[in-house]
């Protein structure tokens, strides 16, 4: 028993263990669900996944404040404590963790409910696509969820399943082809994952992460290294940390947009908090910082000179996310209180704002049938909401004074400064520098896409533009020239350079679909995520004083370790 309502646990189980499972249950229950149902009663199973998703909100929302007021809450599966049980823990990182993504998701939702309404796709896409998502929640909340190492890679498997078939979703080419690349580079981190979870338990007879702070203290240095090592490499695959990003510019911008938006708000993340974990609980110290910061460095620089370079706007933002994980790892490298704060902060963050451009993106590729930077024009002029939700996202991500994206910049260079030393130095300046050329790519995106004038022949609304199936195909071929006249019959003619710059991606099953303005139903959600973000300035204090209070149970480990094994 604790007394500190905010520094330690008050109980090995917590007021809300019970809860501590349902985040993970629930969504798996609903897709088993929707899978008895298939393609029938479309409106159910809109109603099913919504309120599921609300409700993994309201239960995470009720985990945050027990585990900020009493400590980490822990529910052990069938009543078997470790090491022989599975164990689920919601400390205040977890907790947050899964309000943010709960949010996120239930946003993301409502929005690809919406597009499946707009597009008329009330068969197998929308029917195959509610199932994978409530899996992927599910996994996304095992892996904030887990105590035990054996379990996260269970949850990274759950996620890595749903998303393959998220990714191909449609079964067009282009997915499929990015759906494989993505699938061998995740089967292989995990099959490294695995092999480093066996070396953890031949080596300390555990793979419980409370049980295994104490533990790794005791190995020999070279059996500790090889595991840290192995961890941090599955890690930085999952995060996308560079030199192990090479994989996600082909393979995210191809899904449709809900698919792309969560994918690169959120599972990244999943493999940043992983590292927060298990740096903080497991490996404790900076023996490897100067490594990780070498790769933020890295990161930062590399991804966004690509961002710089691309004229694809989902590219541009694919580029981004590389570069901004390199932020994250710089706050984990730093390895102190306020680097962690300033890291779990820009989390939190990012993972709104990255989401939230993705689904604008979806609906820019609507109006414009491309994301072909070259091809666009007049949107802020043809939708001015439209243009206003882009805007003020991408004016946050580049760290504009005084939305959330300089605060968290600004609270790990505040730390890079407290801690010192040359390289912590050069890192300060290669994210001032990334900084700037954030905002000068995405400015050019504005320019670009929404400020000058709409090129000709451009804009033809209500087309459906058929996909091509092979890469040989020509655009103007069969596919093309069937599109062209459907779309004349629908509303005029459809020039030909309007197909050769049309998008796949726009549908769930596909096509490309433009429309005047954004359909409600879609832009109410972006709205609310858009809203979301410049939330966290007003929020700002509470919000850093929340990630303090993180920083010092995770660098503490004492709150958590305490809760899991009772001493």
């Not at 078939?165 to 449609?170: C, H, R, S």
């Not at 995060?239 to 995210?252: C, E, G, Q, T």
């Not at 939190?348 to 590729?365: A, D, N, Y």
Request: charged share 10%; hydrophobic share 55%.
């Amino acid at each position: 028993m604790g007394d500190d309502p905010r520094g330690g646990p008050l109980s090995a189980a917590g007021p809300s263990s019970a809860l501590v499972a349902l985040p993970v249950i629930l969504p798996l229950f609903a897709a088993g669900l929707k899978l008895g149902i298939g393609v029938r009663l479309q409106r159910t199973q809109r109603v099913i996944s919504t309120v599921v998703l609300a409700t993994v909100l309201a239960v995470a929302l009720v985990l945050l404040v027990d585990a900020d007021a009493h400590g980490p809450q822990v529910m052990y599966a069938g009543g078997w404590k470790p090491p022989v049980g599975i164990v689920l823990v919601a400390d205040r990182l977890s907790a947050l963790m899964l309000v943010i993504s709960s949010s996120v998701t239930l946003c993301v939702l409502l929005y690809s409910v919406g597009q499946g309404m707009a597009d008329q796709e009330e068969g197998t896409p929308m029917s195959v696509f509610h199932p994978a998502y409530l899996v992927l929640v599910s996994g996304v909340s095992d892996t904030f969820l887990a105590g035990d190492l054996f379990n996260l890679y269970v949850g990274f498997e759950i996620m890595l399943t749903a998303s393959y078939v998220l990714l191909t979703l449609g079964g067009t080419v282009t997915r499929i082809r990015a759906g494989a690349t993505y699938a061998i580079v995740s089967l292989l981190s995990s099959v490294l994952f695995l092999a480093a979870v066996a070396v953890v338990y031949a080596a300390t007879g555990t793979v419980t992460m409370a049980m295994l702070a104490g533990r790794f203290d005791r190995l020999p240095d070279g059996v500790a290294l090889m595991a840290q090592i192995s961890l941090l490499t599955v890690f930085c695959t999952k995060a996308a940390v560079f030199p192990l990003a090479a994989w996600l510019p082909d393979s995210y911008p191809t899904a449709p947009a809900p698919v792309t938006a969560v994918f690169a708000g959120l599972l990244t993340k999943v493999g940043i908090y992983a590292m927060l974990r298990t740096q903080t609980l497991l490996f404790p110290g900076d023996r490897l910082g100067g490594v990780l910061m070498v790769l933020a460095l890295l990161s930062l620089v590399v991804g966004i000179l690509g961002a710089v370079a691309q004229t694809d706007l989902k590219r541009l933002l694919s580029f981004t996310l590389i570069s901004h994980i390199g932020y994250m790892v710089f706050g984990i490298a730093l390895a102190t209180r306020a680097g962690f704060a300033g890291s779990v902060f820009y989390v939190v963050h990012h993972i709104t704002v990255q989401t939230t451009l993705f689904l604008v993106v979806g609906l820019v590729e609507r109006r414009g049938v491309t994301t072909d930077l070259r091809r666009l024009g007049g949107i802020a002029k043809l939708s001015p909401a439209l243009g206003l939700v882009f805007f003020v996202p991408a004016m946050n991500l580049a760290g504009v004074p005084p939305l959330p994206g300089f605060l968290g910049k600004f609270g790990l260079v505040r730390a890079g400064v407290v801690h010192g030393g040359a390289l912590t130095y050069v890192l300060i300046a290669a994210g001032v520098a990334t900084s700037l050329l954030t905002l000068y790519a995405l400015a050019k995106a504005w320019n670009l896409g929404f400020w000058r004038a709409a090129p000709p022949q451009l804009y033809v609304v209500g087309v459906v533009l058929d996909t091509v199936e092979t890469d040989e195909e020509p655009a103007g071929g069969p596919s093309g020239t069937a599109a062209a006249e459907a779309g004349s019959g629908a509303t005029g003619a459809v020039d030909v350079d309007v197909l050769e710059g049309r998008a796949e991606t726009a549908s769930f099953g596909g096509r490309a679909i433009t429309t005047g303005q954004p359909p409600a139903a879609m832009l109410l959600p972006t709205a609310v995520l858009v809203a979301g973000g410049l939330a966290f300035t007003v929020l700002a204090g509470p919000l850093s004083s929340l990630t303090e209070r993180i920083a010092g149970e995770l660098t503490a480990r004492t709150p958590y370790v305490t809760a899991v094994t009772g001493r």
